[in-house]
């Protein structure tokens, strides 16, 4: 009598499992992708393309305004004391309450949009945490919309910006 050794069962065998493996961890990973796609969408993009073109359109014709009345503003930032200040270059062309837009060029959730009053002086103040050093878009604007004035500024170290029209 030949003692014929029979061969284990596939799902017993190494080859099988590893074969299934590859396709099997692949679809791990794309599930895993498509998840954390859902759950932190990008806030760079835009829903509405049409819309945000009618409001840089809009942005435009505000810096027209002030090119026309001739509002430039002068803004520092003092790095020890955390304060970004603003003020006319010529006296009273900056009037009123302000709006400032410090918005942070890939992090939406550090954007910030604060209304300046004027102190005695006619300078404009605003105390930043010290988490808000490093590059920002920054927007002045009247209260009203009337004109506005946009810039670039690195917050790290004693810096000034001078703001005008970008025409």
């Not at 026309?68 to 010529?90: H, T, Y």
């Not at 300046?116 to 300078?123: F, K, M, N, P, V």
């Not at 009247?142 to 810096?159: F, H, K, Q």
């Given at each position: 009598m030949h003692s014929q050794t029979l061969p284990a069962p596939w799902y017993r065998q190494f080859w099988?499992?590893?074969i299934i493996a590859i396709p099997a961890s692949?679809?791990?990973?794309?599930?895993?992708?498509?998840?954390?796609?859902?759950?932190?969408?990008?806030p760079m993009v835009v829903d509405n393309y049409y819309k945000e073109g009618l409001a840089i359109n809009q942005q435009l014709d505000r810096q027209r305004i002030a090119a026309e009345l001739g509002i430039q503003?002068?803004?520092r930032?003092?790095?020890?004391?955390?304060?970004?200040?603003?003020e006319a270059l010529e006296a009273g062309r900056l009037h009123g309450p302000l709006e400032l837009f410090l918005i942070h060029p890939t992090l939406a959730g550090q954007d910030q949009v604060v209304v300046l009053q004027a102190d005695a002086?006619?300078?404009?103040?605003?105390a930043l945490p010290a988490s808000g050093n490093g590059r920002w878009h920054i927007a002045l604007q009247s209260e009203t919309g009337g004109w506005r004035l946009e810039g670039r500024i690195r917050l790290a170290e004693n810096t000034q910006l001078l703001l005008s029209p970008g025409l």
């Amino acid at each position: 009598m030949h003692s014929q050794t029979l061969p284990a069962p596939w799902y017993r065998q190494f080859w099988p499992w590893f074969i299934i493996a590859i396709p099997a961890s692949s679809v791990l990973v794309g599930t895993l992708m498509l998840t954390l796609a859902i759950r932190n969408p990008d806030p760079m993009v835009v829903d509405n393309y049409y819309k945000e073109g009618l409001a840089i359109n809009q942005q435009l014709d505000r810096q027209r305004i002030a090119a026309e009345l001739g509002i430039q503003a002068l803004v520092r930032f003092d790095a020890e004391r955390q304060q970004l200040s603003i003020e006319a270059l010529e006296a009273g062309r900056l009037h009123g309450p302000l709006e400032l837009f410090l918005i942070h060029p890939t992090l939406a959730g550090q954007d910030q949009v604060v209304v300046l009053q004027a102190d005695a002086q006619g300078r404009y103040n605003l105390a930043l945490p010290a988490s808000g050093n490093g590059r920002w878009h920054i927007a002045l604007q009247s209260e009203t919309g009337g004109w506005r004035l946009e810039g670039r500024i690195r917050l790290a170290e004693n810096t000034q910006l001078l703001l005008s029209p970008g025409l």
